[in-house]
């Protein structure tokens, strides 16, 4: 079967870096996906990997290791903006994404 | 337009009747989809079309229905809503020619069904 795994919910401090790991299983791999969506708005895109190694953009850095089906996406110097939940989606052999629940990411001051 | 629109923004339905969300995208995109999004749940394919007069199902299409007459518009309908089909209803759309494949996003429809 096709699954995505990643934590329900994480709490991080203002300005710190969080890391919010992501394991995938699905049918054909055409690339691992990451979006931002925040209370009551749509998903946003922040990163795509499709290669194994470290995707940086700015504060947001996305990393993937094939062999592992795993991911993980990197938010270093946190702002009070970045309270969102964050969505894991892997590409199957279809070019379908399968998704995961999401991360709620709540940052404290 | 710019982007992807949806309408109605959020609609309170009665069990039984028929409802037609819509989607209009102005980016010429290939390839549209329609999700649901339910608490605690990740985001379901209801039905997809990669190009405009070809549809296919997804993980969830029963008691959905879509059409693609046009590139631009790609309309999703409840034939006879039932309590269950309570959601958030996101339409997306890419560019499968592009490196990314990266999917945009409607602003949503919150549907209630009594």
């Known amino acids: 079967g096709q699954n995505i795994d990643q934590p329900t919910e994480m709490t991080a401090t203002e300005g710190a870096i969080v890391q919010i790991n992501c394991t995938y299983q699905?049918?054909?791999?055409?690339?691992l996906f990451w979006y931002q969506q925040h209370a009551g708005e749509a998903p946003t895109f922040l990163s795509y990997n499709v290669l194994d190694g470290l995707e940086e953009k700015g504060r947001f850095s996305s990393f993937l290791s094939r062999s592992k089906g795993y991911s993980y996406l990197l938010l270093k110097e946190l702002q009070m903006k970045d309270s969102a939940s964050y969505l894991c989606a892997g590409m199957d052999s279809n070019y379908q994404l399968i998704w995961g629940a999401g991360t709620k990411l709540i940052i404290k001051p | 337009i710019a982007g992807i629109t949806q309408a109605p923004t959020s609609q309170i339905l009665a069990a039984g009747r028929r409802m037609t969300l819509r989607c209009t995208q102005d980016?010429?995109?290939?390839?549209m989809y329609w999700y649901r999004q339910d608490l605690g749940l990740g985001l379901r394919l209801i039905h997809y079309s990669n190009t405009a007069g070809t549809t296919g199902k997804g993980e969830v299409p029963d008691g959905y229905s879509v059409s693609r007459a046009n590139t631009d518009d790609f309309p999703l309908t409840l034939a006879s809503a039932v309590p269950s089909q309570t959601s958030v209803y996101f339409c997306?759309?890419?560019?499968?020619?592009?490196?990314?494949?990266?999917?945009?996003f409607g602003p949503g429809t919150r549907l209630t069904v009594l």
């Open positions: 980016m010429r995109h290939n390839a």
């Open positions: 997306a759309s890419s560019d499968p020619a592009a490196n990314s494949n990266e999917q945009f």
């Open positions: 699905t049918s054909g791999f055409n690339g």
